[in-house]
């Protein structure tokens, strides 16, 4: 396998650019290959079914390009599908919960740790595992905040809308007494200032995006795939919904220009 092919990126829509602006960051020769999957967002209030079959239709469009490693950017195709997606292909794939469980028992001083994210995730029960096999004695508080997500696919997240938003669905982890939180959403970096100021200073926010991105760079050191050009690469962006969303809040995000190639599915899709 050659260094010079590029990491794949999928998620459900714009909120994987959380972990590909992390591994341009930390690895600035690799190129990127993202799909956000933005027609069918968001993945959370999906069956697993659903949710299996489109990370499946994702991954067999992005292996055409010859990628050296997969990396599921979605914690709920993550909790969902990642096994099966392992089972099925030749390259490395890589999910975001345990690089966030992590992170997490790593920055914890109390042993309680919060997680948010949308109701798939959360319904899965994938962090509490994830946590308990690291730490069993962590408590952990889990809340499915299903209102976020939309807010960052509109591209509403500096929004004062987004504000009042996020305070009410964060509420009910007002009371509690952990001092970490889970982004249990690829999309909630996005909201990150705002989440910090409902929570409080006192607790960490933990996005898995910067420890997936070091997973990343260890895989592909410790495999000798590391690319070693030093040309400037040449990253590649699709989606499969409204491209023109999709590029205004990616160049937000990552602060450079992108052209983004639309893709629409040819097979039966649930709607």
Not at 21 to 36: A, D, T
Request: aromatic letters at 6%; hydrophobic letters at 40%; proline letters at 6%.
């Amino acid at each position: 396998m050659s260094t010079h092919q590029a990491i794949a990126i999928l998620d459900s829509g714009v909120g994987g650019l959380t972990v590909a602006k992390e591994v341009m960051r930390q690895l600035p020769r690799e190129r990127v290959l993202y799909f956000g999957d933005t027609a069918r967002a968001p993945y959370g209030p999906r069956s697993k079914e659903e949710v299996a079959l489109f990370t499946r239709q994702i991954v067999d469009y992005l292996l055409q390009f010859d990628p050296k490693m997969i990396v599921i950017a979605c914690n709920t195709a993550t909790a969902v599908a990642i096994e099966a997606i392992r089972t099925n292909v030749s390259v490395p794939v890589l999910g975001v919960i345990t690089p966030g469980a992590r992170a997490a028992i790593k920055q914890t001083k109390n042993g309680q740790i919060g997680v948010i994210g949308t109701e798939g995730t959360i319904r899965s029960g994938a962090y509490v595992t994830a946590l308990r096999r690291i730490s069993p004695g962590v408590k952990v508080v889990s809340l499915a905040c299903p209102t976020l997500v939309p807010l960052v696919e509109k591209g509403m997240f500096r929004s004062e809308e987004a504000s009042d938003v996020v305070c009410e669905a964060l509420r009910p982890l007002r009371n509690e007494t952990i001092d970490t939180l889970i982004l249990g959403c690829t999309h909630y970096p996005f909201l990150a200032d705002r989440i910090k100021r409902c929570m409080g200073e006192d607790v960490a926010l933990i996005s898995s995006a910067d420890q997936t991105a070091r997973d990343i760079s260890t895989l592909l050191s410790h495999t000798g795939q590391l690319e070693s050009s030093n040309e400037v690469p040449v990253h590649r962006f699709f989606c499969s919904g409204d491209p023109r969303t999709f590029q205004w809040i990616a160049q937000d995000w990552l602060n450079e220009q992108i052209h983004v190639t639309p893709v629409m599915w040819q097979v039966p899709k649930f709607i």
